[in-house]
């Protein structure tokens, strides 16, 4: 891993998107590594603009925001209007596969929203995101994840929870070829 790497997490109010950085930077944590998250949302409950904020490093983190994202995850449209549609070339944008990303943009996509509709619960698309980075970028171990995810996820859809994230790390293994 680089000294520090930032993950912005976007979508909707509802999603889930802040447990996801939550858990994310829990892991990172089990790992050994530094983390700090952030959120913002719209001031809707359900439906509004949601974001969440992750930085791992091995070492001190003197920022806690993310300033050039390494990863932009969108699971909406709109969230990637705001966050992915700008990014520059460097920047990797995880998203939705509904989500048209043109030609010549780093992106690697997966059918997350589906899946947790059709094979699921769309509560659990948070969780298959997040299996996704985990599984694309290695930054935290999948042990860790797990932890973390079965720790923070409503007492009951622990089985439900750790299925959708394995999800992710299938979807992962699929687009880098594993």
């Known amino acids: 891993?680089?000294?520090?790497?930032e993950f912005r997490l976007s979508g909707s109010g509802g999603q889930g998107i802040i447990t996801a950085g939550i858990v994310l930077a829990s892991a990172a944590l089990y790992d050994g590594k530094n983390a700090i998250q952030s959120q913002s949302y719209g001031p809707e409950a359900r439906g509004g603009a949601s974001k969440a904020e992750v930085v791992i490093s091995d070492s001190f983190i003197d920022y806690p925001k993310a300033t050039i994202p390494n990863y932009?995850?969108?699971?909406?449209?709109?969230?990637?209007?705001?966050?992915?549609?700008?990014?520059?070339?460097?920047?990797?944008?995880?998203?939705?596969?509904?989500?048209?990303?043109?030609?010549?943009?780093?992106?690697?996509?997966?059918?997350?929203?589906?899946?947790?509709?059709?094979?699921?619960?769309?509560?659990?698309a948070n969780t298959i995101a997040l299996g996704f980075i985990v599984g694309c970028t290695g930054v935290v171990s999948q042990e860790s994840v797990i932890k973390a995810l079965l720790e923070r996820v409503p007492k009951g859809t622990e089985e439900l929870n750790e299925k959708a994230l394995y999800k992710g790390f299938e979807f992962a293994d699929t687009v880098m070829g594993r």
Do not use: W
């Open 1 to 5: 891993m680089s000294e520090r790497i």
């Open 72 to 124: 932009v995850l969108c699971l909406t449209k709109e969230a990637y209007r705001a966050y992915g549609e700008n990014a520059n070339e460097d920047i990797t944008v995880m998203a939705d596969s509904s989500i048209e990303i043109p030609e010549g943009k780093k992106a690697l996509t997966a059918p997350i929203i589906e899946t947790a509709a059709k094979e699921f619960r769309p509560m659990v």
